[in-house]
């Protein structure tokens, strides 16, 4: 229901854009958000997004480099990734949440896309 995409192999200083694509049934008025885990280590809020778009979270170590978006016509949200840092690599999963805000805990979020990988080399 949810799939993830735009993973790759890039060098530190470039750009990426990640999708999310959901299908199959209504996210209307779920939070979406983005989580990442790198090797060994726990999965990590990234940015989140109201359904509305009217509010957005995103982790201290990505203000200012991550932008969070969504397009409610192509049931898609985008994370923009500049400016990555070797210690973004980590598999990128999206997820939705029926909070009403845009919680940071993996524990707010009911659905889970397969994740995609994003691999910053120095």
């Given at each position: 229901q949810?799939?993830?995409?735009?993973?790759?192999?890039?060098q530190?200083?470039?750009?990426?854009?990640?999708?999310?694509?959901?299908s199959?049934?209504?996210?209307?008025?779920?939070?979406?958000?983005?989580?990442?885990?790198?090797?060994?280590?726990?999965?990590e809020?990234?940015?989140?997004?109201?359904?509305?778009g009217?509010n957005?979270?995103?982790a201290?170590?990505?203000?200012?480099?991550?932008?969070?978006?969504?397009?409610s016509?192509?049931?898609?949200?985008?994370?923009?990734?500049?400016?990555?840092?070797?210690?973004?690599?980590?598999?990128?999963?999206?997820?939705?949440?029926?909070?009403?805000?845009?919680?940071?805990?993996?524990?707010?979020?009911?659905?889970?896309?397969?994740?995609?990988?994003?691999?910053?080399?120095?």
């Amino acid at each position: 229901q949810l799939q993830a995409s735009g993973g790759g192999l890039v060098q530190a200083g470039d750009s990426l854009r990640l999708s999310c694509a959901f299908s199959g049934r209504t996210f209307s008025n779920y939070v979406m958000g983005w989580f990442r885990q790198a090797p060994g280590k726990e999965r990590e809020f990234v940015s989140g997004i109201t359904w509305g778009g009217s509010n957005t979270n995103h982790a201290d170590s990505v203000k200012g480099r991550f932008t969070i978006s969504r397009d409610s016509a192509k049931n898609t949200v985008y994370l923009r990734m500049n400016s990555l840092k070797p210690e973004d690599t980590a598999v990128y999963y999206c997820a939705a949440s029926k909070f009403m805000v845009v919680a940071t805990g993996t524990s707010a979020y009911d659905v889970w896309g397969q994740g995609t990988l994003v691999t910053v080399s120095a």
